[in-house]
């Protein structure tokens, strides 16, 4: 029986419409001066923190504590200054499956397991009245190497539940083939939902326990029984 669920966000749960992108190039602009290149960035599946990182060294700007803290704390008020300009939305099946989950006889823990930084990811789920809903997660912050969120996110589930979760005990549910690989790092289960920018065939040749074009497709019971 699956314990623990968790979820990515950007493709999986909500469309920014772009505030997300929106923010790292203005952040880039007013804070580092520099005014191309984002769009070369493949944003999908990655943390926020390589994003940062790959950016910077390709302007020749060294990535240091002091320049992380500089990006994000700028990123995160242009974030929230987007998202209320873009068009946004929760993806279809997301709230009916998360109430799905709630209402189980033994309800999992539900939480995150997302490229985004902690107030980043708050951020944005705040806007949608999501971010309760979450009882635990793990973050770029936490990590800059996504399996490595996700043995973070694992952990913190483990000690929430009090208890060592054996595999197959974890559902890792997101929108791109980083999403099931990180799964499989943790011996996860994984479900992976055609949502985001990934297509199913590309999504399939991982080989996710489960794929859908959306959670409407999905019976809560069936994946964590």
Known sequence: MVRLVLFDI????????????KAFARTFASEFNLVDGTELLSFAGRTDTSLVREFLLHHGVHPSPQNYRRFFDSYVFWLDQFLVQTRGHVIPG?????NRLSTLPQPP???LLTGNIRLGAEIKLRHFNLWNVFQTGAFADDHEERDQIAVIA???GCRLLNQNLRGGQTLVVGDTPHDVRCGRAIDAKVLAVATG????????????????????????REVCG
């Open 10 to 21: 950007d493709g999986t749960l909500i469309r920014t419409g772009g505030a997300g992108v």
């Open 94 to 98: 997301v709230r009916p499956f998360l």
């Open 109 to 111: 823990v539900i939480g």
């Open 154 to 156: 694992r952990q913190r």
């Open 197 to 220: 920018c990934s297509t199913r065939a590309q999504l399939q040749e991982h080989q996710p326990d489960w794929l859908v074009e959306d959670l409407r497709e999905v019976n809560a």
